[in-house]
């Protein structure tokens, strides 16, 4: 029976020291600190977007504003506003070197900045559309010109001089080319006309010449056969 009173007793939580008491009061205050921070926190992202809502409002309706810079502002601050200026349908970008300097511009969609004026911006200078401008017409201005240079430089090449004139003791008065019209074939070396190799003989005719060579053939290949013939009979 002692032994199962004491298995109770020990197993049963021992009651909080003086020490014990007191940190767990120390981590309750620190944890409504921390819970209250959060809300005051919480409170002034509410109030800070409201008041970007109110003044991204004021931006669309004045038409005389195509873009509107802001002063630098922190981290979060600038995640807002770049959300409200979105759900508004306008551009935000950020620009600076470093955290502490960052700042937000908006422009209006139909006032969007080019690739030039977003590096200026980003090289820290400011923007200027009269010198911006200037600036566009010495380009196109440029460009023409290398143009025209190009074109000069694809022209083929006139010679100077008349290569006829200048090889003349060469190839002659006249080129290869030209003279190659008057060429005329030499009969001496068997080119004969057409109408001279044309065989206008009968049938008739060409049949008896061919038997009459036969005949003479034959006869030349045996000439003692009316000889032998005789000596037979």
């Known amino acids: 029976m002692a032994d199962l009173l004491g298995s109770i007793l020990s197993s049963m939580e021992k009651p909080p020291t003086v020490g014990d008491q007191e940190s767990r009061r120390k981590a309750r205050e620190q944890a409504a ?53 979105e759900v508004a349908g306008l551009t935000s970008f950020s620009f600076g070197e470093d955290e502490e300097s960052r700042y937000v511009m908006l422009f209006k969609k139909e006032f ?22 200037e600036r566009r017409k010495l380009r196109e201005q440029a460009a023409l010109e290398e143009e025209a240079v190009s074109q000069t430089q694809k022209r083929p090449a006139s010679p100077s001089s008349n290569y006829r004139d200048k090889y003349s003791h060469l190839i002659g008065t006249s080129a290869a080319k030209d003279a190659a019209h008057t060429l005329e074939a030499n009969r001496a070396y068997g080119c004969v006309p057409v109408a001279n190799k ?36």
């Not at 080019?114 to 009269?130: N, T, V």
């Open 198 to 233: 044309r065989d206008t003989r009968s049938i008739e005719e060409a049949m008896n010449e061919i038997r009459a060579k036969k005949r003479l053939k034959k006869g030349e290949e045996d000439p003692g056969t009316s000889s032998s013939g005789g000596g037979k009979l």
């Open 33 to 85: 600190r921390l819970k209250k921070m959060q809300e005051e926190e919480k409170r002034k992202k509410a109030e800070f977007r409201k008041k970007m809502e109110k003044d991204v409002s004021d931006f669309i309706q004045d038409s005389t504003l195509q873009k509107k810079k802001y002063e630098p502002m922190g981290k979060i601050e600038r995640s807002i506003l770049h959300d409200v200026a």
């Open 112 to 133: 969007a900045p080019s690739d030039e004026e977003l590096e200026a911006y980003r090289k820290g200078e400011e923007w200027d559309q009269a010198k911006a401008e």
